[in-house]
Protein backbone atom coordinates (compact mmCIF):
# COMPACT_ATOMS: atom_id res chain seq x y z
CA UNK A 1 0.00 0.00 0.00
CA UNK A 2 1.43 3.41 -0.66
CA UNK A 3 1.29 6.18 1.80
CA UNK A 4 1.57 9.74 0.80
CA UNK A 5 4.20 12.30 1.96
CA UNK A 6 3.00 15.84 3.08
CA UNK A 7 3.24 17.96 0.23
CA UNK A 8 6.03 20.27 1.14
CA UNK A 9 5.58 24.33 1.87
CA UNK A 10 5.94 26.37 -1.30
CA UNK A 11 8.74 28.25 -1.72
CA UNK A 12 9.10 31.79 -3.00
CA UNK A 13 11.94 33.78 -4.89
CA UNK A 14 10.64 36.89 -3.87
CA UNK A 15 7.12 37.84 -2.57
CA UNK A 16 4.34 36.37 -5.06
CA UNK A 17 7.04 34.42 -7.31
CA UNK A 18 7.41 30.97 -6.69
CA UNK A 19 10.73 29.23 -6.44
CA UNK A 20 10.22 26.67 -9.45
CA UNK A 21 10.37 23.14 -7.71
CA UNK A 22 13.54 21.70 -8.27
CA UNK A 23 14.55 19.36 -11.33
CA UNK A 24 13.93 15.62 -10.93
CA UNK A 25 12.79 12.82 -13.33
CA UNK A 26 9.16 13.42 -12.35
CA UNK A 27 8.94 16.94 -13.07
CA UNK A 28 8.40 19.10 -16.25
CA UNK A 29 11.35 18.94 -18.70
CA UNK A 30 12.20 21.71 -21.43
CA UNK A 31 13.46 20.01 -24.46
CA UNK A 32 15.28 21.18 -27.77
CA UNK A 33 15.79 19.14 -30.98
CA UNK A 34 17.39 18.41 -34.07
CA UNK A 35 15.41 21.20 -36.18
CA UNK A 36 17.26 20.34 -39.59
CA UNK A 37 16.12 17.09 -39.35
CA UNK A 38 12.44 17.73 -38.97
CA UNK A 39 12.57 20.35 -41.81
CA UNK A 40 13.30 17.73 -44.16
CA UNK A 41 10.84 14.84 -42.70
CA UNK A 42 8.37 14.11 -45.64
CA UNK A 43 4.62 14.09 -44.65
CA UNK A 44 3.32 12.25 -47.97
CA UNK A 45 2.17 9.13 -46.31
CA UNK A 46 0.20 11.18 -43.72
CA UNK A 47 -0.95 14.43 -45.72
CA UNK A 48 -4.40 14.10 -46.08
CA UNK A 49 -4.87 13.31 -42.55
CA UNK A 50 -2.15 16.26 -42.02
CA UNK A 51 -4.20 19.07 -43.73
CA UNK A 52 -7.19 17.76 -41.87
CA UNK A 53 -5.72 18.43 -38.49
CA UNK A 54 -4.29 21.38 -39.42
CA UNK A 55 -7.89 22.91 -40.27
CA UNK A 56 -9.07 21.77 -36.42
CA UNK A 57 -6.41 23.82 -35.34
CA UNK A 58 -6.81 27.03 -37.58
CA UNK A 59 -10.68 26.51 -36.30
CA UNK A 60 -9.39 27.39 -33.07
CA UNK A 61 -12.67 26.32 -31.01
CA UNK A 62 -11.13 27.21 -27.81
CA UNK A 63 -10.05 30.75 -28.62
CA UNK A 64 -13.04 32.57 -26.37
CA UNK A 65 -12.96 29.38 -23.91
CA UNK A 66 -9.51 30.36 -21.54
CA UNK A 67 -11.65 33.97 -19.99
CA UNK A 68 -11.95 33.76 -16.08
CA UNK A 69 -15.46 34.28 -14.95
CA UNK A 70 -17.28 35.74 -12.15
CA UNK A 71 -16.40 32.45 -10.05
CA UNK A 72 -13.11 33.05 -9.90
CA UNK A 73 -13.70 36.80 -8.25
CA UNK A 74 -13.27 35.80 -4.66
CA UNK A 75 -11.10 34.52 -1.61
CA UNK A 76 -9.76 31.13 -1.61
CA UNK A 77 -8.00 31.15 1.88
CA UNK A 78 -10.83 28.59 2.83
CA UNK A 79 -8.69 26.28 0.73
CA UNK A 80 -5.74 25.23 3.31
CA UNK A 81 -3.26 23.12 4.58
CA UNK A 82 -2.49 19.79 2.69
CA UNK A 83 -4.93 20.67 0.08
CA UNK A 84 -3.48 24.21 -0.59
CA UNK A 85 0.03 22.94 -1.05
CA UNK A 86 -0.84 20.01 -3.07
CA UNK A 87 -2.88 21.95 -5.11
CA UNK A 88 -0.53 24.80 -5.80
CA UNK A 89 2.13 21.74 -6.38
CA UNK A 90 -0.51 20.76 -9.11
CA UNK A 91 -0.88 24.04 -10.52
CA UNK A 92 2.97 24.59 -10.82
CA UNK A 93 3.31 21.01 -12.72
CA UNK A 94 0.99 21.51 -14.87
CA UNK A 95 1.52 25.14 -15.88
CA UNK A 96 5.27 24.15 -16.49
CA UNK A 97 4.02 21.47 -18.44
CA UNK A 98 2.19 23.63 -20.57
CA UNK A 99 4.68 25.94 -21.08
CA UNK A 100 7.49 23.65 -22.08
CA UNK A 101 5.62 22.57 -24.79
CA UNK A 102 5.03 26.17 -25.71
CA UNK A 103 8.88 26.94 -26.13
CA UNK A 104 9.61 23.60 -27.90
CA UNK A 105 6.82 24.48 -30.31
CA UNK A 106 7.68 28.18 -31.07
CA UNK A 107 10.97 27.06 -31.58
CA UNK A 108 10.09 24.85 -34.33
CA UNK A 109 7.39 27.00 -36.12
CA UNK A 110 10.38 29.73 -36.04
CA UNK A 111 13.55 27.40 -37.06
CA UNK A 112 10.78 25.76 -39.80
CA UNK A 113 9.70 28.72 -41.43
CA UNK A 114 9.89 29.12 -45.22
CA UNK A 115 11.16 25.39 -45.05
CA UNK A 116 8.43 23.12 -44.15
CA UNK A 117 5.30 25.31 -44.46
CA UNK A 118 3.04 22.52 -42.94
CA UNK A 119 4.70 22.54 -39.72
CA UNK A 120 5.77 25.54 -38.97
CA UNK A 121 2.15 26.52 -39.18
CA UNK A 122 1.10 23.61 -37.27
CA UNK A 123 3.59 23.66 -34.60
CA UNK A 124 2.79 27.53 -34.39
CA UNK A 125 -0.93 26.92 -33.53
CA UNK A 126 -0.14 24.27 -31.02
CA UNK A 127 2.84 27.02 -29.18
CA UNK A 128 -0.66 29.34 -29.75
CA UNK A 129 -2.90 26.62 -27.44
CA UNK A 130 0.10 25.51 -24.92
CA UNK A 131 0.81 29.80 -24.02
CA UNK A 132 -2.93 30.14 -23.12
CA UNK A 133 -2.59 26.94 -21.06
CA UNK A 134 -0.08 28.08 -19.33
CA UNK A 135 -1.02 31.41 -19.14
CA UNK A 136 -4.60 30.18 -17.48
CA UNK A 137 -2.95 27.86 -15.33
CA UNK A 138 -0.68 30.95 -13.63
CA UNK A 139 -3.51 33.06 -13.38
CA UNK A 140 -5.03 30.08 -11.07
CA UNK A 141 -1.68 29.97 -8.98
CA UNK A 142 -2.50 33.91 -8.28
CA UNK A 143 -5.76 33.35 -6.59
CA UNK A 144 -3.44 31.46 -4.03
CA UNK A 145 -0.80 34.46 -3.58
CA UNK A 146 1.70 32.79 -5.99
CA UNK A 147 2.69 32.67 -9.88
CA UNK A 148 5.94 31.44 -11.89
CA UNK A 149 8.01 33.73 -13.39
CA UNK A 150 7.57 32.24 -16.95
CA UNK A 151 10.94 34.68 -18.43
CA UNK A 152 13.10 33.48 -15.23
CA UNK A 153 12.26 29.93 -15.91
CA UNK A 154 13.41 30.12 -19.47
CA UNK A 155 16.27 30.62 -18.41
CA UNK A 156 17.49 29.18 -15.72
CA UNK A 157 15.82 25.23 -16.91
CA UNK A 158 17.96 22.82 -18.31
CA UNK A 159 16.94 21.89 -22.04
CA UNK A 160 17.23 18.24 -22.79
CA UNK A 161 18.37 17.34 -26.26
CA UNK A 162 15.71 14.77 -27.84
CA UNK A 163 16.07 13.58 -31.32
CA UNK A 164 12.62 14.54 -33.47
CA UNK A 165 11.83 10.50 -33.22
CA UNK A 166 11.86 10.45 -29.61
CA UNK A 167 10.49 14.39 -29.66
CA UNK A 168 7.22 12.80 -31.79
CA UNK A 169 7.09 9.57 -29.31
CA UNK A 170 7.01 11.71 -26.23
CA UNK A 171 4.54 14.43 -27.30
CA UNK A 172 2.36 12.04 -28.83
CA UNK A 173 1.88 10.57 -25.38
CA UNK A 174 2.10 13.34 -23.64
CA UNK A 175 -0.84 14.90 -25.37
CA UNK A 176 -2.93 11.86 -24.92
CA UNK A 177 -2.25 11.11 -21.54
CA UNK A 178 -2.98 14.74 -20.63
CA UNK A 179 -6.47 13.88 -22.60
CA UNK A 180 -7.63 11.20 -20.22
CA UNK A 181 -6.05 12.66 -16.65
CA UNK A 182 -8.48 15.97 -17.77
CA UNK A 183 -11.39 14.46 -19.39
CA UNK A 184 -11.79 11.78 -16.34
CA UNK A 185 -11.22 14.49 -13.33
CA UNK A 186 -13.78 16.53 -15.84
CA UNK A 187 -16.33 13.66 -15.83
CA UNK A 188 -15.97 12.83 -11.73
CA UNK A 189 -16.69 16.06 -10.96
CA UNK A 190 -19.91 16.50 -12.68
CA UNK A 191 -21.23 13.51 -11.01
CA UNK A 192 -19.98 14.53 -7.61
CA UNK A 193 -19.93 18.56 -7.59
CA UNK A 194 -19.63 18.76 -4.08
CA UNK A 195 -16.11 17.87 -4.94
CA UNK A 196 -15.23 20.93 -7.50
CA UNK A 197 -13.49 23.19 -5.25
CA UNK A 198 -11.59 25.46 -7.60
CA UNK A 199 -13.68 26.57 -10.76
CA UNK A 200 -10.36 25.78 -12.84
CA UNK A 201 -12.21 22.36 -13.32
CA UNK A 202 -15.19 23.39 -15.51
CA UNK A 203 -12.55 24.44 -17.65
CA UNK A 204 -11.18 20.84 -18.45
CA UNK A 205 -13.75 19.42 -20.92
CA UNK A 206 -12.82 21.84 -23.62
CA UNK A 207 -9.27 21.92 -22.63
CA UNK A 208 -9.14 18.65 -23.00
CA UNK A 209 -10.32 18.45 -26.61
CA UNK A 210 -7.04 20.80 -26.88
CA UNK A 211 -4.78 17.93 -26.24
CA UNK A 212 -6.83 15.33 -28.27
CA UNK A 213 -6.09 17.54 -31.36
CA UNK A 214 -2.54 18.06 -30.41
CA UNK A 215 -2.16 14.07 -30.01
CA UNK A 216 -3.91 13.57 -33.17
CA UNK A 217 -1.66 16.04 -35.33
CA UNK A 218 1.21 13.88 -33.46
CA UNK A 219 0.07 10.75 -34.41
CA UNK A 220 -0.08 12.06 -37.97
CA UNK A 221 2.98 12.62 -37.70
CA UNK A 222 4.16 9.54 -36.87
CA UNK A 223 2.36 7.64 -39.06
CA UNK A 224 4.32 9.63 -41.99
CA UNK A 225 7.51 8.29 -40.68
CA UNK A 226 7.42 4.52 -41.55
CA UNK A 227 10.73 3.82 -39.60
CA UNK A 228 8.67 4.96 -36.41
CA UNK A 229 6.43 1.92 -36.99
CA UNK A 230 7.14 -0.62 -39.60
CA UNK A 231 11.06 -1.87 -37.68
CA UNK A 232 11.88 -4.06 -34.83
CA UNK A 233 13.63 -1.00 -33.30
CA UNK A 234 10.37 1.15 -33.37
CA UNK A 235 8.41 -1.33 -31.21
CA UNK A 236 11.13 -1.45 -28.88
CA UNK A 237 11.28 2.53 -29.20
CA UNK A 238 7.13 2.48 -28.44
CA UNK A 239 7.23 0.13 -25.73
CA UNK A 240 9.98 2.18 -23.91
CA UNK A 241 8.23 5.22 -23.92
CA UNK A 242 4.92 3.76 -23.30
CA UNK A 243 6.81 2.14 -20.14
CA UNK A 244 8.48 5.68 -18.94
CA UNK A 245 5.45 7.58 -19.30
CA UNK A 246 3.24 5.36 -17.40
CA UNK A 247 5.98 4.80 -14.53
CA UNK A 248 6.43 8.54 -14.73
CA UNK A 249 2.54 9.02 -13.86
CA UNK A 250 2.09 6.62 -11.45
CA UNK A 251 5.09 7.93 -9.92
CA UNK A 252 3.43 11.48 -9.63
CA UNK A 253 -0.03 10.58 -8.78
CA UNK A 254 0.91 8.16 -5.92
CA UNK A 255 3.48 10.98 -4.80
CA UNK A 256 0.53 13.52 -4.28
CA UNK A 257 -2.13 11.33 -3.66
CA UNK A 258 -3.26 14.08 -1.32
CA UNK A 259 -4.33 16.27 -4.09
CA UNK A 260 -6.85 13.61 -5.80
CA UNK A 261 -8.28 12.81 -2.16
CA UNK A 262 -9.51 16.17 -1.72
CA UNK A 263 -11.31 16.31 -4.88
CA UNK A 264 -13.03 12.49 -4.05
CA UNK A 265 -10.51 10.61 -6.51
CA UNK A 266 -8.90 7.37 -5.55
CA UNK A 267 -5.31 8.08 -6.34
CA UNK A 268 -5.09 4.10 -7.56
CA UNK A 269 -8.32 4.16 -9.63
CA UNK A 270 -7.56 6.82 -11.51
CA UNK A 271 -4.05 6.14 -12.05
CA UNK A 272 -5.18 2.54 -13.65
CA UNK A 273 -8.37 4.13 -15.41
CA UNK A 274 -5.41 6.67 -17.12
CA UNK A 275 -3.54 4.38 -17.97
CA UNK A 276 -5.73 1.47 -19.92
CA UNK A 277 -6.95 4.63 -21.63
CA UNK A 278 -4.23 5.94 -22.85
CA UNK A 279 -2.65 2.62 -23.82
CA UNK A 280 -5.94 1.91 -25.76
CA UNK A 281 -5.76 4.94 -27.41
CA UNK A 282 -2.18 4.67 -28.43
CA UNK A 283 -3.02 1.19 -30.82
CA UNK A 284 -4.07 3.97 -33.13
CA UNK A 285 -0.31 5.25 -33.55
CA UNK A 286 2.06 3.23 -32.50
CA UNK A 287 3.30 -0.80 -33.72
CA UNK A 288 2.82 -2.26 -30.16
CA UNK A 289 1.32 -1.23 -27.15
CA UNK A 290 2.10 -2.96 -23.19
CA UNK A 291 -0.55 -5.32 -22.02
CA UNK A 292 -2.22 -3.51 -19.45
CA UNK A 293 -4.09 -6.69 -18.37
CA UNK A 294 -1.05 -8.76 -17.62
CA UNK A 295 -1.57 -9.08 -13.74
CA UNK A 296 1.36 -7.74 -12.48
CA UNK A 297 1.18 -4.73 -14.44
CA UNK A 298 -0.19 -2.31 -11.95
CA UNK A 299 1.44 -4.17 -9.01
CA UNK A 300 4.51 -3.47 -10.25
CA UNK A 301 3.82 -0.12 -11.54
CA UNK A 302 2.65 0.05 -8.11
CA UNK A 303 6.19 -0.92 -6.10
CA UNK A 304 7.83 1.78 -8.42
CA UNK A 305 5.63 4.25 -6.67
CA UNK A 306 6.55 2.83 -3.24
CA UNK A 307 10.71 2.72 -4.25
CA UNK A 308 10.19 5.80 -5.25
CA UNK A 309 8.45 7.32 -1.77
CA UNK A 310 11.38 5.74 -0.17
CA UNK A 311 13.80 7.42 -1.97
CA UNK A 312 12.14 10.71 -0.90
CA UNK A 313 12.08 10.06 2.62
CA UNK A 314 15.99 9.11 2.16
CA UNK A 315 16.73 12.45 0.48
CA UNK A 316 14.60 14.31 3.01
CA UNK A 317 16.54 12.40 6.14
CA UNK A 318 19.64 13.65 7.50
CA UNK A 319 21.33 10.83 7.54
CA UNK A 320 25.29 11.53 6.28
CA UNK A 321 25.70 11.72 1.99
CA UNK A 322 27.66 8.81 1.93
CA UNK A 323 25.03 6.77 4.00
CA UNK A 324 22.18 8.04 1.78
CA UNK A 325 24.27 6.96 -1.47
CA UNK A 326 24.07 3.32 -0.22
CA UNK A 327 20.14 3.62 1.45
CA UNK A 328 19.28 4.23 -2.20
CA UNK A 329 20.62 1.68 -3.98
CA UNK A 330 17.75 -0.76 -3.26
CA UNK A 331 14.56 1.44 -4.09
CA UNK A 332 16.66 2.46 -7.45
CA UNK A 333 17.26 -1.52 -8.20
CA UNK A 334 13.56 -2.11 -7.42
CA UNK A 335 12.10 0.37 -9.98
CA UNK A 336 14.77 -0.77 -12.87
CA UNK A 337 13.83 -4.73 -11.88
CA UNK A 338 10.21 -4.06 -11.54
CA UNK A 339 10.12 -1.40 -14.97
CA UNK A 340 12.34 -4.19 -16.72
CA UNK A 341 9.97 -7.07 -15.78
CA UNK A 342 7.03 -4.52 -16.99
CA UNK A 343 9.31 -3.76 -20.43
CA UNK A 344 9.64 -7.72 -21.45
CA UNK A 345 6.27 -9.04 -20.64
CA UNK A 346 4.55 -9.58 -23.95
CA UNK A 347 3.24 -6.74 -25.62
CA UNK A 348 0.19 -6.26 -27.70
CA UNK A 349 0.69 -6.06 -31.53
CA UNK A 350 -1.03 -2.68 -32.33
CA UNK A 351 -0.21 -3.40 -36.33
CA UNK A 352 -2.24 -6.93 -36.20
CA UNK A 353 -5.60 -4.80 -34.77
CA UNK A 354 -4.75 -1.82 -36.94
CA UNK A 355 -7.86 -3.08 -39.30
CA UNK A 356 -10.60 -3.18 -36.04
CA UNK A 357 -9.42 -0.20 -34.61
CA UNK A 358 -11.55 3.22 -35.45
Known amino acids: MVTTLPTPEPEVLRPGIKAPVQETLLTPRF?????????????????????????????????????????FKQCWEHIDGETRRAF??????SCTSEFSGFL??????????????VLSEAFGLLARDEARHAGFLNKAMADFGLTLDLSLLTKQRTYTFFPPEWVIYTVYLSEKIGYWRYILVYRHLEQ?????????????ES???????????FKALLRSQPKLWNNWKS?????????????????????????????GIDPRDYNTKVIRNTNETSIRAFPEVLDTDNPAFFSRLEKCAEANERLTQINASTSPKIVKFFQKIPPIASIGWNML??????????????????
Not at 192 to 204: C, G, K
Open 341 to 358: RIYLAKPINAEALREVVR
Open 88 to 93: IDFLER
Open 207 to 217: WCQDENRHGDF
Open 104 to 117: LFKELSRQLKGRNP
Open 235 to 263: RLWARFFLLTVFVTHSLTVFERASFYHSI
Open 31 to 71: YTTDFEAVAKMSLSLQDTELQAVLEELRNDYNRHHFVRDDE
Open 192 to 204: HPEYRIYPLFRYF
